[in-house]
């Protein structure tokens, strides 16, 4: 019967179990950030999308290998993958909240303690106790919950951080790569502009040796050629300098630069259009908006978990204890309860609620932060795309010198190709003649090839002729015991004599096939040697001159060169223009923030005021006083009021309040302004109702004491009753207003109703 009963007692308590607070729903960003970008630029696919390794569009090897590095080994990403891990140990402390919390103890004593029913003169004993005890929160307003989906949102938030992290990593990495590859080839560009200027200057030095160039040419070219050596060291620094970041970026020391980065001479281009998809795509791959969104799922779960602590907290718990001495024995050691205990902060609920005030601010801060990391991206991907087709077409100033530099050069290299150009009629034959007789030269090559592979089969041959040695078998004979007679012994000497005489005979054979080799060889040079000849003259006539079309071609080149050169030339001086006018911009910010700096010292004692009145008022509303900070920044006069404490809309409503009041009352000591202020009542919106009182009063202290008025217009339910000082008499600063059209003046805002 008593367990039915409990039944019936928890039955309705979970079946009102519910999350208390705003359910989240996903932010939906503008349709109009759905759509296509507004900015169109050559080499960009607006229809697929970005992939992950965007990296790999460059189909450079020794890129992927460095952001895999990159990835593998950078301290800000180590750093991120360890928040992370954090934020995950969090969700599981969080989790825990739902599980049963248990307690054991145990413990000996030994004393004396009073005690009914003791045995006198006997105080002192033993004593044995334990005890365990369970609980569990019966989450029904799902504070729990929204505290574990809060969790889990910020653990998506710090993953989505470390997702940027990796965005950033790799495109740092690659920035660097490529500044590096670019100042290799700028200044492989600037040494050979070097040698073509050291070359000019030695033309023309000889030409001054022979009468035909000036002293004043000569030290044109040797101008020239200075100032293409002293670009050399700037390319150098630039080139190091990306290297170094490169190695920062792999979490490298500067002197571990990988050897693949250091090899780089040519900067890589995309293999293929680079896709970026629409601004739907862009907001799904942009992990700070994933963040944000994330963020604002965090805090619109705490705002459940603050309206929860406005409800009871109910726990079903139970324990049972142990306690022996010599006096309680028996049955009477052991106790148990068990039951259900209720906790609520009811009627004081102002900490609760302020907690849930501020979980709200906190709400739409992030939902404010989320629709501005949308806009912000939105924008950020246009100006690039913009940037883009701009720096296409200009580029900037350091590029398009390099790319001018080698466009000159190329240029004059072809100018004086058509200078020295000499048009030859009998061109084709000539180049015929001059193929046939390289053929000629590659065949006697090949045959001087295999005669010399011949002469050392013969050499061989020559060195591994020898005779047999008979006194080797006649030693054999007598070491077996056989005696050979004399006449033996003749005929072996005359069998040597007679392979003596062959082997003789096939060595002069040998050597005058070897012979006749050498003389073909001999013979073949000499015939090469006079074809070469021959070629030689041909190919100078062929490179000094040319048939008549070949003539008309190279005039065509030079005339494209030369377009090409002075395009650049164009080009170069508009992106010098516009970066020297963005130079000169930044030097007039840097003057206005100068005189403003000076304006600023001129003021100092206006500025001192400000801040001490902005203090003075602050700390009549808080114990601790508030400060007042104004700087001179690029952008003007940047002025910060802060008031120490939990942020809040009641916070910032205050500092709102002391710095109009600090304005009114400077304008009011020297004469100017209007002469009133005038603030609605929902400027105290959040605030506490004491404080609200305390800011009435303190507007109408200093309006009376500096002499300027302060109106607040405010419904008379939201007047507060009490928090004023003793002898302060609001009802006396309270204006009745009557709306009436009973008479010719009435009317609301100049209505009037029959």
Same mark, same amino acid.
């Given at each position: 019967?008593?367990?039915?009963?409990?039944?019936?007692?928890?039955?309705?308590?979970?079946?009102?179990?519910?999350?208390?607070?705003? /359910?989240?729903?996903?932010?939906?960003?503008?349709?109009?950030?759905? +759509?296509?970008?507004?900015?169109?630029?050559?080499?960009?696919?607006?229809?697929?999308?970005?992939?992950?390794?965007?990296?790999?569009?460059?189909?450079?090897?020794?890129?992927?290998?460095?952001?895999?590095?990159?990835?593998?080994?950078?301290?800000?990403?180590?750093?991120?993958?360890?928040?992370?891990?954090?934020?995950?140990?969090?969700?599981?402390?969080?989790?825990?909240?739902?599980?049963?919390?248990?307690?054991?103890?145990?413990?000996?004593?030994?004393?004396?303690?009073?005690?009914?029913?003791?045995?006198?003169?006997?105080?002192?004993?033993?004593?044995?106790? /334990?005890?365990?005890?369970?609980?569990?929160?019966?989450?029904?307003?799902?504070?729990?919950?929204?505290?574990?989906?809060?969790?889990?949102?910020?653990?998506?938030?710090?993953?989505?951080?470390?997702?940027?992290?990796?965005?950033?990593?790799?495109?740092?990495?690659?920035?660097?790569?490529?500044?590096?590859?670019?100042?290799?080839?700028?200044?492989?560009?600037?040494?050979?502009?070097?040698?073509?200027?050291?070359?000019?200057?030695?033309?023309?030095?000889?030409?001054?040796?022979?009468?035909? /160039?000036?002293?004043?040419?000569?030290?044109?070219?040797?101008?020239?050629?200075?100032?293409? *050596?002293?670009?050399?060291?700037?390319?150098?620094?630039?080139?190091?300098?990306?290297?170094?970041?490169?190695?920062?970026?792999?979490?490298?020391?500067?002197?571990?630069?990988?050897?693949?980065?250091?090899?780089?001479?040519?900067?890589?281009?995309?293999?293929?259009?680079?896709?970026?998809?629409?601004?739907?795509?862009?907001?799904?791959?942009?992990?700070?908006?994933?963040?944000?969104?994330?963020?604002?799922?965090?805090?619109?779960?705490?705002?459940?978990?603050?309206?929860?602590?406005?409800?009871?907290?109910?726990?079903?718990?139970?324990?049972?204890?142990?306690?022996?001495?010599?006096?309680?024995?028996?049955?009477?050691?052991?106790?148990?309860?068990?039951?259900?205990?209720?906790?609520?902060?009811?009627?004081?609920?102002?900490?609760? *609620?302020?907690?849930?005030?501020?979980?709200?601010?906190?709400?739409?801060?992030?939902?404010?932060?989320?629709?501005?990391?949308?806009?912000?991206?939105?924008?950020?991907?246009?100006?690039?795309?913009?940037?883009?087709?701009?720096?296409?077409?200009? +580029?900037? $100033?350091?590029?398009?010198?390099?790319?001018?530099?080698?466009?000159?050069?190329?240029?004059?290299?072809?100018?004086?190709?058509?200078?020295?150009?000499?048009?030859?009629?009998?061109?084709?034959?000539?180049?015929?003649?001059?193929?046939?007789?390289?053929?000629?030269?590659?065949?006697?090559?090949?045959?001087?090839?295999?005669?010399?592979?011949?002469?050392?089969?013969?050499?061989?041959?020559?060195?591994?002729?020898?005779?047999?040695?008979?006194?080797?078998?006649?030693?054999?004979?007598?070491?077996?015991?056989?005696?050979?007679?004399?006449?033996?012994?003749?005929?072996?000497?005359?069998?040597?004599?007679?392979?003596? $005489?062959?082997?003789?005979?096939?060595?002069?054979?040998?050597?005058?096939?070897?012979?006749?080799?050498?003389?073909?060889?001999?013979?073949?040079?000499?015939?090469?040697?006079?074809?070469?000849?021959?070629?030689?003259?041909?190919?100078?006539?062929?490179?000094?001159?040319?048939?008549?079309?070949?003539?008309?071609?190279?005039?065509?080149?030079?005339?494209?060169?030369?377009?090409?050169?002075?395009?650049?030339?164009?080009?170069?001086?508009?992106?010098?223009?516009?970066?020297?006018?963005?130079?000169?911009?930044?030097?007039?910010?840097?003057?206005?923030?100068?005189?403003?700096?000076?304006?600023?010292?001129?003021?100092?004692?206006?500025?001192?005021?400000?801040?001490?009145?902005?203090?003075?008022?602050?700390?009549?509303?808080?114990?601790?006083?508030?400060?007042?900070?104004?700087?001179?920044?690029?952008?003007?006069?940047?002025?910060?009021?802060?008031?120490?404490?939990?942020?809040?809309?009641?916070?910032?409503?205050?500092?709102?309040?002391?710095?109009?009041?600090?304005?009114?009352?400077?304008?009011?000591?020297?004469?100017?302004?209007?002469?009133?202020?005038?603030?609605?009542?929902?400027?105290?919106?959040?605030?506490?109702?004491?404080?609200?009182?305390? $800011?009435?009063?303190?507007?109408?202290?200093?309006?009376?004491?500096?002499?300027?008025?302060?109106?607040?217009?405010?419904?008379?339910?939201?007047?507060?009753?009490?928090?004023?000082?003793?002898?302060?008499?609001?009802?006396?600063?309270?204006?009745?207003?009557?709306?009436?059209?009973?008479?010719?003046?009435?009317?609301?805002?100049?209505?009037?109703?029959?």
């Amino acid at each position: 019967m008593r367990k039915s009963r409990l039944s019936l007692i928890l039955l309705p308590l979970l079946a009102s179990a519910c999350a208390a607070g705003p /359910a989240y729903a996903p932010r939906r960003p503008p349709a109009a950030s759905a +759509g296509p970008f507004i900015t169109t630029v050559d080499g960009i696919d607006r229809a697929g999308d970005l992939p992950d390794d965007w990296w790999r569009l460059y189909r450079d090897p020794a890129l992927d290998s460095l952001i895999e590095q990159a990835l593998a080994a950078n301290t800000d990403l180590r750093v991120a993958s360890a928040n992370l891990a954090r934020a995950r140990a969090i969700i599981r402390e969080a989790r825990a909240g739902r599980l049963p919390s248990t307690e054991v103890s145990g413990g000996v004593s030994y004393g004396d303690s009073a005690q009914v029913d003791a045995p006198v003169g006997n105080d002192a004993q033993w004593s044995q106790n /334990a005890g365990v005890a369970l609980s569990w929160e019966a989450d029904l307003f799902g504070r729990i919950g929204r505290a574990v989906e809060a969790a889990r949102a910020d653990a998506e938030a710090v993953e989505a951080a470390r997702d940027a992290v990796r965005v950033t990593v790799a495109a740092e990495t690659t920035r660097a790569y490529l500044d590096a590859c670019a100042a290799a080839y700028a200044l492989s560009v600037a040494r050979q502009s070097l040698q073509t200027s050291t070359e000019s200057r030695r033309v023309v030095t000889e030409q001054a040796r022979a009468g035909s /160039a000036s002293r004043l040419d000569v030290e044109r070219a040797a101008a020239a050629e200075a100032t293409a *050596r002293a670009a050399l060291p700037a390319f150098e620094g630039q080139r190091q300098v990306a290297l170094f970041e490169l190695a920062a970026l792999l979490g490298t020391t500067p002197d571990d630069v990988p050897e693949t980065a250091r090899l780089c001479a040519v900067p890589p281009e995309p293999a293929a259009a680079v896709p970026i998809g629409d601004g739907a795509a862009l907001l799904r791959r942009r992990p700070d908006l994933r963040q944000a969104e994330r963020q604002l799922a965090a805090d619109t779960a705490r705002i459940g978990v603050a309206t929860a602590d406005l409800y009871p907290v109910i726990s079903l718990g139970g324990s049972g204890t142990f306690f022996r001495n010599d006096v309680v024995r028996g049955s009477d050691s052991f106790s148990f309860s068990l039951g259900p205990l209720l906790s609520w902060r009811f009627p004081n609920m102002s900490v609760a *609620r302020a907690r849930l005030l501020q979980a709200e601010a906190r709400g739409a801060a992030s939902l404010a932060a989320f629709d501005g990391k949308v806009i912000t991206a939105l924008k950020e991907v246009e100006q690039a795309l913009a940037i883009v087709g701009l720096g296409r077409y200009f +580029g900037t $100033a350091a590029d398009l010198r390099t790319k001018m530099t080698v466009a000159e050069a190329r240029a004059r290299r072809l100018r004086d190709q058509v200078s020295t150009f000499t048009v030859v009629p009998e061109y084709t034959e000539m180049e015929k003649e001059a193929s046939r007789i390289t053929r000629e030269i590659s065949t006697l090559n090949d045959d001087n090839t295999a005669d010399r592979e011949l002469i050392l089969q013969l050499q061989a041959a020559i060195d591994s002729e020898a005779p047999p040695a008979s006194t080797s078998l006649d030693r054999l004979y007598r070491e077996a015991g056989v005696v050979l007679p004399g006449s033996v012994g003749k005929r072996f000497e005359e069998v040597e004599e007679f392979h003596q $005489a062959i082997v003789q005979n096939r060595r002069s054979h040998l050597t005058s096939e070897v012979q006749a080799a050498e003389d073909r060889i001999s013979k073949r040079d000499r015939t090469r040697e006079s074809l070469d000849q021959r070629r030689r003259e041909l190919m100078g006539i062929l490179q000094s001159g040319g048939a008549l079309e070949h003539y008309a071609l190279l005039q065509q080149e030079a005339g494209r060169a030369e377009a090409d050169a002075e395009g650049l030339r164009q080009r170069l001086k508009t992106a010098e223009e516009i970066e020297s006018t963005k130079a000169e911009l930044d030097i007039e910010r840097a003057r206005l923030l100068k005189t403003l700096q000076d304006d600023h010292h001129e003021r100092e004692s206006l500025i001192e005021e400000a801040i001490l009145v902005f203090e003075d008022l602050s700390n009549a509303l808080y114990e601790k006083a508030g400060s007042l900070t104004i700087s001179a920044t690029t952008n003007g006069p940047q002025v910060d009021v802060r008031i120490d404490g939990q942020r809040s809309k009641g916070i910032t409503n205050m500092q709102i309040f002391c710095f109009d009041l600090m304005i009114a009352e400077l304008a009011a000591r020297r004469g100017i302004g209007p002469g009133f202020l005038v603030h609605d009542s929902h400027l105290f919106d959040g605030v506490d109702e004491r404080q609200v009182a305390k $800011a009435l009063q303190l507007g109408a202290d200093h309006a009376a004491s500096v002499g300027f008025q302060y109106i607040v217009t405010m419904n008379s339910d939201a007047l507060p009753r009490d928090g004023f000082r003793e002898g302060f008499d609001v009802s006396a600063h309270v204006i009745d207003v009557k709306l009436t059209d009973a008479t010719d003046s009435g009317g609301l805002f100049g209505m009037r109703f029959n």
